[in-house]
C-alpha cells in the first residue's frame, strides 16, 4: 500500500490546516490509521489513530478537542482536522496505516508510511 501525505504548510496560532493522506490501491475501510508528527532531535510521537473495524479513535493528550482524524473510504484518503494550532504543533507530520483493525498507536505496529509533510505555527 503506497500513502502519499500532503497539504503541510504554515499557520498561525489558532489557525487551522488539514492534511491529507491518500492511499493507492484500497478502500478505507477496515483499515487502520494513524498520524504521527516529529521534531528535529526529538522521537516521533503519535498524534491520532483511527480503528479500522469500529472507526474508535485515540488522540495525544494535547490535541485533544482540537485535532479530529477522519476518513473517506469512497475516495481512500484520510486527515486530520487540525484547529486552534499553536507553535508547538510544528513538526513534520506521517501518516500510517495498517490492515491490523485495530486501533493502533505504536509505530511499529503500522506496516504502511506516507512522506513527511511540514508542519509551521507561528505566534
Known amino acids: 500500500v503506497q500513502l502519499q501525505a500532503s497539504g503541510g504548510g504554515s499557520a498561525q496560532t489558532g489557525g487551522s490546516l488539514r492534511l491529507s493522506c491518500a492511499a493507492s490501491?484500497?478502500?478505507?475501510?477496515?483499515?487502520?490509521i494513524g498520524w504521527f508528527r516529529q521534531v528535529s532531535g526529538k522521537e516521533r510521537e503519535g498524534v491520532s489513530c483511527?480503528?479500522?473495524?469500529?472507526?474508535?479513535?485515540h488522540y495525544l493528550e494535547s490535541v485533544k478537542g482540537r485535532f479530529t482524524i477522519s476518513r473517506d473510504v469512497d475516495n481512500s484518503v484520510f486527515y486530520p482536522q487540525m484547529n486552534s494550532l499553536k507553535p508547538e504543533d510544528t513538526a513534520v507530520y506521517y501518516c500510517?496505516?495498517?490492515?491490523?483493525?485495530?486501533?493502533?498507536?505504536?509505530?511499529?505496529?503500522?506496516?504502511?508510511w506516507g512522506q513527511g509533510t511540514q508542519v509551521t505555527v507561528s505566534s
Open positions: 500510517a496505516g495498517s490492515f491490523n483493525g485495530d486501533q493502533l498507536w505504536k509505530q511499529y505496529e503500522y506496516d504502511s
Open positions: 490501491g484500497l478502500r478505507l475501510d477496515q483499515y487502520s
Open positions: 483511527m480503528s479500522g473495524s469500529d472507526d474508535g479513535t
